[in-house]
């Protein structure tokens, strides 16, 4: 190698160092990469699902801001002139005709469009899942109870960016689910009226609801999610990450790769399939083709159109409550066929916000937890999870109950009769059909541990009785099975009055039915009897 080539490099070297070197001494930067290029993060597919939510976001971004650059937020009224013969010399607004110039006008547009959407859907369906693991593995427990709340604001915040999002085209689908917001807000008494007006700048629809949308959708609510995300990701910096239970693995000691070089390394590729793989659907599958539906127009009602699927619970809970309950009190017209929905949501939304909180003062638990359960060990908790599942699940259904009776050739009240049987009944079913699977796994592992797995195999024994030979499970398989705590009800006792206060009694109460059917793990004494009686 040539003097001129080393001393090029050993320019570039020492300017790279000087540049380091003065960041380094302004910001401290230096210390932040170091202690965060050493975290570890396990090594498990299940975490890969806060990381497409974080992925898809960073997708929405990008198309977005493209987006941005041909979408007009005017409802002002215009006729659209462009290469669609079935829309050309249409009325519309300004918003719904850009729209169809950046799907047909603008070089790529259509891609960009259907990507943004479909990663819009990503980005909630992935912190959907992320939550539920979050939850059915117990990763919520202290210290975490924060960042959960952190999280569910997040989910609430992305499913009001994509509310805002396909409302801002101005056609059928949009409009339709703008005049059912107006409704909702209208039932709320004394201040109903009131709200309406400051959203919609007057009587609906409004002559500006689209600029509003549009600001909030661009500006406002992609704040709050850049706030929230980053207060998550501090949060998962601060806490020591959790993992499932395994050799090796402590309450101390995180098995996996730290961030540099090899995590960051893994989660650029991961993030490039995110990308292609939403780039690949966007080019597939058509979504939200506005062009069918045609411009919002107060006076007609159109039939079979659904909203996006992570606001379809709210739609179908409008549709499940039964007819007339109106009453008049007070002057005010009272439309509990609109309020009971809200307050039914409103109250399944606190739960979930506060479950972490909930559990702990039931269990009174109050250990930190960075070792995950494994769902069937905790039964009550991931019944209750079920349960809550299973009515979003039927809210969900609710919303297309219209389409279920044509696709079943069935009449709409039978399907909503169905639904509305169900969403009282399917909760409690899956709550008692989830547990008792989880204690019978529960009954099974401890089988398991002390005689080992079923080989199939069978013997004679000298006395002449047949029996099944048991092949045994190495020590670390017998860890993973019994390496969970067996949780008690709390023990009710009177206070230094030699009274028990009614609160202390509804929990021990609720304590009780959380722990009342438990499989108690076997002991080290059963597990070397049980390997005595082996040999």
């Known amino acids: 190698m040539s003097n001129v080539t080393l001393e090029k490099k050993a320019g570039q070297t020492s300017f790279t160092a000087k540049a380091a070197n003065y960041l380094d001494e302004r910001t401290k930067v230096g210390v932040a990469v170091k202690e965060f290029g050493r975290k570890v993060f396990p090594d498990h597919w299940s975490f890969l699902l806060g990381e497409v939510a974080l992925y898809s976001f960073v997708v929405i971004l990008l198309s977005g801001t493209f987006l941005t650059l041909f979408f007009q937020a005017s409802m002002v009224e215009t006729h659209w002139d462009g ?6 010399g249409i009325e519309m607004s300004a918003a ?47 210290p975490r109870e924060l ?9 609430v915040l992305a499913m009001a960016e994509g509310f805002t999002g396909y409302s801002l085209p101005d056609d059928v689908l949009s409009g339709n689910g703008l005049r059912i917001i107006d409704g909702i807000m209208k039932a ?50 601060i806490h020591k990450h959790t993992q499932f239970p395994g050799a090796g693995r402590t309450q101390e000691n995180v098995v996996g ?94 739960i979930v916000a506060l479950y972490p909180f909930i559990e702990a003062w039931v269990t009174g638990d109050k250990r930190e937890h960075h070792l995950l359960d494994r769902p069937r060990n905790a039964p009550t908790r991931t019944a209750i999870g079920a349960a809550g599942v299973t009515f979003y699940a039927v809210l ?84 993973e099975l019994v390496s969970y705590h067996d949780y008690a009800p709390l023990v009710l006792r009177p206070d230094a009055n030699g009274k028990i206060p009614f609160g202390r009694r509804v929990r021990a109460a609720i304590s009780r039915f959380f722990f009342e ?19």
């Open 147 to 155: 960042n959960w709340v952190v999280g569910f604001v997040l989910f």
């Open 257 to 350: 790769f730290p961030v540099l070089p090899v995590y960051a390394a893994k989660a650029g590729g991961f993030f490039f399939i995110v990308f292609g793989v939403l780039v690949l659907i966007s080019a597939t599958f058509s979504i939200n083709p506005i062009w069918n539906y045609g411009p919002y127009d107060p006076s007609p009602v159109s039939a079979g159109t659904q909203p996006d699927w992570y606001i379809g619970f709210a739609d179908g809970a409008l549709r499940l409550v039964p007819p007339g309950w109106e009453a008049e009190w007070f002057g005010y017209t009272w439309s509990f066929n609109m309020l009971a929905p809200l307050i039914v949501i409103g109250i399944f939304f606190i």
């Open 396 to 479: 969900w259904a609710g919303a297309s109950s219209d389409l279920m009776a044509t696709h079943f050739q069935q009449s709409l009240e039978f399907m909503i009769h169905m639904l509305q049987v169900s969403l009282i009944v399917g909760p409690i079913l899956a709550f008692v059909v989830t547990k008792r699977i989880c204690l019978g796994l529960q009954k099974k592992d401890r089988s398991i541990a002390l005689h080992g797995y079923e080989s199939a195999r069978i013997v004679r024994l000298p006395g002449g009785k047949f029996t099944e030979v048991h092949e045994p499970v190495s020590d670390a398989e017998r860890w």
């Open 83 to 88: 290469p669609f013969a079935p829309m050309k």
């Open 517 to 535: 059917d438990r499989i108690v793990p076997p002991t080290k004494g059963e597990i070397e009897a049980a390997k005595h009686d082996h040999h």
């Open 188 to 237: 709320i008494p004394v201040v109903g009226t009131w709200l309406s007006y400051l959203f919609f700048g007057g009587e609906f629809p409004g002559m500006d609801i689209i600029g509003r949308l549009y600001m909030l959708h661009i500006m406002v609510l992609p704040a709050l999610v850049i706030l929230f995300i980053a207060l998550h990701l501090t949060f998962v910096v």
């Open 96 to 142: 719904m005709a850009s729209t169809l110039d950046i799907s047909f006008s603008v070089r790529g547009g259509l891609l960009v469009r259907q990507l943004h959407h479909w990663a819009a859907l990503m980005f909630v369906a992935s912190i959907g899942l992320h939550m539920l693991r979050i939850f059915f593995t117990g990763a919520f427990r202290k």
